[in-house]
């Protein structure tokens, strides 16, 4: 039954897959309230100053366009080359190209903000080698058909158990390699601020960057009206004296969350609202 799902899904094109996942997010904003407490009560940590009707327009935003990316990461294959030509367009693009060219990889990092699927497709496409370091999907159905999707684009896929020495073979590869640092690392994050308020953020992408050299730019696809999107890369820059050291490590953090949050504030529906983002606290840990 999934198998024949996910063979019409398939065949349908664009436009109606993304009619179908409007339909299951209003679905999900109307009459399935799964985690709909969870992202009102981040919406109103983020943003105190906007009303309960704001935050529910933005609540009902982010159903949509979730819905909208679940059914799009499973039709990832569809998206060739002449579809990315169509629907995706790039501010910067020739950035990714010149930091390859220092010969140590590079890290594009962001978070769980617009489709960042797309965008690994799409920076395949431009002839950039990517890798992900991902975490298995409990469903086996469901993570071989993701990842699958991922590697129809020559997206090369590292899963976290494996990701030391991985990453590092990535970099010696010359490959971008995508950090999504916007989800609640407890004890291995460091605190930063993210909308006001200090929060556990992973700090892989700062550290390979202080202590191998790697460069570091910003990442983000943002879902624009009739089925566009839009890559932008961001250098993100570097103090002359910083080092590899946990004040530098947290500096270069807090500087591209802001990124990442200036981004949010401007489409706050397209972030990923229903995790619990300010879980740990510093006084928790």
């Known amino acids: 039954m999934r198998g024949l799902f996910l063979f019409c899904l398939r065949r349908l094109p664009f436009g109606a897959v993304e009619l179908l996942g409007a339909f299951l997010g209003w679905l999900w904003a109307w009459l399935v309230p799964v985690r709909h407490g969870l992202m009102l009560r981040n919406l109103a940590l983020a943003f105190p100053d906007k009303d309960k009707a704001w935050r529910r327009r933005v609540m009902r935003g982010c159903a949509r366009h979730f819905a909208i990316m679940g059914l ?78 991922r590697r129809s684009h020559g ?34 994050g460091v605190f930063v601020p993210f909308f006001g308020h200090p929060a556990s953020t992973p700090r892989g992408a700062a550290v390979y960057t202080l202590r191998l050299g790697v460069p570091l730019m910003f990442v983000s696809c943002l879902r624009l009206p009739g089925g566009h999107y839009e890559v932008e890369f961001v250098e993100v820059p570097l103090e002359e004296d910083w080092t590899h050291c946990d004040e530098h490590v947290t500096a270069l953090t807090a500087r591209y969350t802001a990124l990442l949050e200036e981004r949010i504030r401007r489409n706050p ?12 606290t510093p006084e928790s840990l």
């Open 72 to 149: 799009e990461l499973l039709w990832l294959p569809r998206m060739d080359a002449r579809w990315q030509e169509r629907h995706v367009r790039f501010t910067n693009a020739a950035l990714a190209h010149r930091l390859l060219e220092r010969g140590k990889g590079l890290i594009g990092v962001g978070g769980h903000f617009g489709n960042w699927e797309v965008m690994g497709a799409a920076c395949a496409g431009l002839g950039i080698p990517v890798g992900y370091i991902v975490k298995r999907i409990h469903n086996s159905w469901l993570d071989d058909a993701v990842n699958n999707g």
């Open 155 to 188: 997206v090369d896929i590292l899963f976290t158990k494996d990701a030391g020495r991985g990453v590092l073979r990535f970099f010696r590869e010359g490959r971008l390699v995508a950090f999504l640092s916007d989800q609640d690392a407890r004890s291995q």
């Open 269 to 280: 529906e397209q972030w990923f609202w229903m995790h619990r983002r300010w879980k740990s």
